[in-house]
């Protein structure tokens, strides 16, 4: 599957987006960096300028730049997942691919982020997908993936990411977009609905990675 020409990346000042922005980068695709506030989009794309040479950019406010590209990943907290789909779901064209790295950790409700919560839809993949309008493919994935490691240029990947969507191109789109990050290799998951299970990791990882102090990831052994 191609890379898609352009990727836009909504929450691209966040830890994740920061992350993504940069390998994405780095791996030579233009991206559209999106925030709640234009001058904070602004700053993240300089940042990142500095840092990649070469680097094709765009900013805005995320709804200006939800419809920039016809893959949007949405890299934002649970506790504003909601407040974003919204601001964004005009912009969304018909055939748009959503990854949706959203986690419903307890975090969002002053809990531990070793905990997450109950979504009514069953998953935060799966708010999302009633979020978007009609035609709009959403799929989640990179919930094992350190935000951290990601915005580190020195650390080399070796881990597996859970790829979850109800459409076969949409997802490997998803996954072409995964692997041009070096070292993540995309397993499809399953149909969204599998998401509830995916989002859950990031919490039992987290506790993992606070008892042994380090960014540990997921491998399936097998394939």
């Given at each position: 599957m191609p890379l898609p020409p352009r990727v836009s990346i909504v929450g691209a000042s966040g830890a994740l987006g920061q992350g993504l922005a940069r390998r994405w980068a780095a791996a030579s695709i233009?991206?559209?960096?999106?925030?709640?506030?234009?001058?904070?989009?602004?700053?993240?794309?300089?940042?990142?300028?500095?840092?990649v040479a070469g680097a094709d950019l765009e900013s805005g406010e995320n709804a200006a730049v939800a419809g920039?590209?016809?893959?949007?990943?949405?890299?934002?907290?649970?506790?504003?997942?909601?407040?974003?789909?919204?601001?964004?779901a005009e912009a969304l064209a018909p055939?748009?691919?959503?990854?949706?790295?959203?986690v419903p950790l307890a975090t969002a409700v002053g809990g531990k982020p070793t905990r997450t919560l109950g979504v009514w839809q069953g998953s935060a993949a799966q708010q999302a997908a009633s979020l978007v309008p009609d035609g709009v493919s959403v799929v989640s994935a990179l919930h094992t993936v350190s935000a951290a490691l990601l915005?580190?240029?020195?650390h080399r990947f070796d881990e597996d990411v859970l790829v979850c969507g109800d459409d076969k191109e949409s997802k490997a789109t998803v996954?072409?977009?995964?692997?041009a990050i070096e070292g993540?290799?995309?397993?499809?998951?399953?149909?969204?609905d599998q998401s509830r299970i995916a989002e859950s990791l990031t919490a039992l990882m987290i506790g993992i990675n606070i008892r042994?102090?380090?960014?540990?990831?997921?491998?399936?052994?097998?394939?």
């Open positions: 233009p991206l559209a960096l999106g925030s709640r506030e234009a001058d904070r989009a602004q700053a993240t794309a300089d940042e990142l300028s500095a840092a920039a590209a016809p893959v949007v990943a949405v890299a934002v907290p649970f506790a504003a997942q909601a407040q974003t789909y919204a601001s964004i055939g748009t691919v959503v990854l949706d790295a959203t915005a580190d240029p020195e996954a072409a977009l995964v692997e993540l290799r995309a397993v499809d998951a399953g149909p969204l042994n102090k380090t960014h540990a990831g997921i491998r399936i052994t097998g394939l």
